[in-house]
C-alpha cells in the first residue's frame, strides 16, 4: 500500500492543473482498489456546492455538470460529518440521491472520505461498486482515507492555484480571491509581486514565459558549456586517484550534457516561449519522474546525478542573472522562505510589501518586517509562490490575508485603508518629545528594538527614549561569514551613538532557531529546543569574547551600553557569562580604553527562569522578558510554524500569570524589569504590562506612537482594573476581547486592526 501511495502521490504532484491532478487521483486509486467507480467531489466556496470535478466508472459527460448543495445528498452527508461513510446498499439510504446522467443507479456499495485540509472540507472522495453483497472492507476503508489526507494539501495547492488565474472550480472567472495567512507586520500595501528564491533550488524556480528566445537559449548554451568544462576539470584532476568504472560515472554526466539529451529538450521547451530556468525545471522534473519510477534500483538512483546536473545548470544561469535584477517600483516581496538578506538586496523606498509561505507572526523575519513598517503576511502556505510574479497584489498585513490581481472596487478599498493608517501616524508625531506617563502621572520608559542602522533612524524619529534590546544577530544575518571585531565595532558604535546618552541594549548573539548563518549552519531535528543563543556562544567563547569586545570598545566615551544574554535556563550560563565579561573588560581597560563596566542583564524567556527570577536577579542588573519565546515555550507551540499559528497566545492566562509573577518577583528583589517581547507592542499587551510593574516596554518603532498615546490618555487604576478583571477570565480569545473592547470604549478603537471580515466582506460585495 505504501508504494502504491508513494507513486500515486508523485504522480499527483507533478500534474500540471488540478484537472490532471484528479484524474490520476480517480484512475488510480479505482485500479488499486479494483472497484468499478471512483469519483472526487469538490467544495465550490463560490456556490457552495460540491462538484463531480473526476470520475473514472461513471458517465465522464456528467464532471463539471452534477452539482449537490452543501448537505444534500451522501457525498453532503460525509463532508458535514467530516468522517467516512461506508455503505452496503446505498440506493436504500434515506440520504441517497439519484443522477441519470452520471448512471449511478447501477451501483449500490458506496464507501466515501471527506477530504480535510487545515480543517477546511475540501471535498469528498467516493468508491462505488456493483454488487451489493460486496461492502467495502476496513482496510480498503483505510486506504481511502490515506490517500485522501495525503492529498488534501496537494488539492489545495493545485486550487489555489487555479484560483490564481481567477478561476473558479467550474472554470468560471471569479474576481478579488483572498488566500489567508498569518498576519506578520500590520499595514495594507498594493504593489507588484517579486519572487525571490533561494539560487540554486530548481524546485522554487517560478513559471515565466520570455519573447527573447533567443537571449535565453543563448544563456542556457553558456551554462551548459560551462558545467561540461567543470566537469571536465573535476574528472581530469581525480583521473588518477579513481577506479576506471568510476571515472566512468563523469562520462555519463557528460552524455546527458550531449545536444540531443536534456540540453536538446531544454531548448526545444525554451523554443515553446518558456524561459530558459523554467524550461530547465521542466525537463529534469520529467526526467527525475521518470527515473523514480523505475523498478531498476541502480536506474532509481541517477535522479541524485540529474538532480545535481540540474542545479548545476541552474547555478550558472543564475549567476548571469542576478547581475541585472530588476525590482518593480513597488515591489511585495514573495518567497517560499523569506530571508534578512532577500529584505536587503531591494533597494531603498521600493520595498511596500513582503509574503512568505513559510513561517509565522513570530518568526525573526517578520519581527524585522514590523520594525521596518513593511506590511506582512507570513504562512501561505498553500500559495502558488510561482504564479505570483509580476502580479498585481494587495498585502493586507492586519488580517493575514493577500489578493492577487484585485479589483479596481477592492483597491480602492484598501487605498484608502493606507491613506487612513498615514494620517493616524502624522497625527500622533506631536506625541514624539512628551513623556510617557499615565494621566496620574506614572512613568514608563518605551524603548525600541533594533537590528539594523534604518531602525534607529525610525526610532529617533518616533520619540524613543533608548534601545531596550539589540539584536546583534541582525547584522551578522546579511553577511557571508562573521563580522571582525572591528566591523562589529562600528555597527555597535552606530547604535551607541545614536541614543546616547540613553541606554543602549544589546543582546549578545542569538542564533539558532529560525535565525541561522550561511556560513555557520546549524542542523538540528528540534532547533527551538537546541543549540541557541547563550548555548551557542558559551561553546564558543571565541565568538562571545570577540563580539564583548567589540561592544566595550565601542561603547567607549558613551557609557551608555547594557549587555543582555538571551536564553538563559541555568544559573551557571549566567555566571560563566559574567566571567567572560568581566574578563574582556580588564583586557580592555589595559589596553588602555577608557569605559566603564556596562549593566548586564539577562533575558527571562525560558519557562525555567520564571521560576528563578530572584536566583537570576540576584547576580545580574536588570532583567527582560522575552515574551515571544516565553509565549512559545510556556505553550509548546513553534513561534515559526504556521500550523499552529492560532494556538499561539500571548493573552493565554498562563502567560500572562507568568509575566504577573516575574514582575512581582522581580519587584521584591529590587531589580528593574522591563519586556522586549511583541506582546509590549500591541496597545492592549502594553497597558496589561505596565499595570503589572514593568519598567520599562521595548518595542519595534511603528508601534511606539501608539503604545504611547495609549498610556498617555489612561490612569494606572484603570489599568490595574482591566488586568484584574482579566486575570479572572480563562481563555486568551475572551482576555483579548475583553481588551479590546476596553480599548474601544476609552476611545482608541482606531488603534485596532480592522475586523477579520473588512478585507473579506469587500471583496465578497465586489465579487456580488
Ligand atoms: C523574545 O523572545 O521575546 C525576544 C525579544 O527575542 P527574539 O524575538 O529575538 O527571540
Ligand atoms: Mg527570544
Redesign the pocket.
Known sequence: MLSILRSLVQEVNSARDLKEALEIIVSRVQKAMTTEVCSVYLLDPASNRYILMATEGLYKDSVGKVSLAYSEGLVGLVGSREEPINLEDAPSHPRYRYFPETGEERFRSFLGVPIIHHRRVLGVLVVQQRESSRCFDEGEEAFLVTVSAQLAGVIAHSEATGAISGLSLTGEETKDISFNGVPGAPGVAIGTGMVVYPSADLDVVPEKPTDNIEGELELFQSAVQAVREDIERVANRLASQLRPEEQALFDVYLRMLDDEALPGEVAIKIREGIWAQGALKQVVQQYIRHFEMMDDHYLQERVVDIRDLGRRLLSHMQEGEQKHQEYPERTVLVSEELTPAMLGEVPKGQLVGLVSVKGSS?S?VA?LARAMGVPTVMGLVDIPVNQLDGRELVVDGFEGQIFASPSADLRAFYQAICEEEAELFRGLEVLKDKPCETTDGHRVSLLVNTGLMTDVVRSLSHGAEGIG?Y?TEVPFMIKDRFPSEQEQREYYREQLEAFAPNPVTMRTL?IGGDKSLTYFPIEEENPFLGWRGIRVTLDHPEIFLVQVRAMLKASEGLNNLQIML?MISNISEVEESLHLIYRVYHEVREEGYDIHMPKVGV?V?VPAAVYQIRELAERVDFLSV?????TQYLLAVDRNNPRVAQLYHSYHPAVLQALVRIAQDARSVGKPVGI??ELAGDPGGAVLLMAMGYDSLSMNAASLPKVKSVIRSIDREWAIQLLEDVLLLDSPHVIKSCVDLALRNAGFGRYLRPGRSSGAAMAEQAVS
Open positions: 513570530n525573526h519581527i534590546l539584536r542569538d538571551p533575558m524567556e522575552g515574551s515571544n519565546d516565553l522586549c517581547g
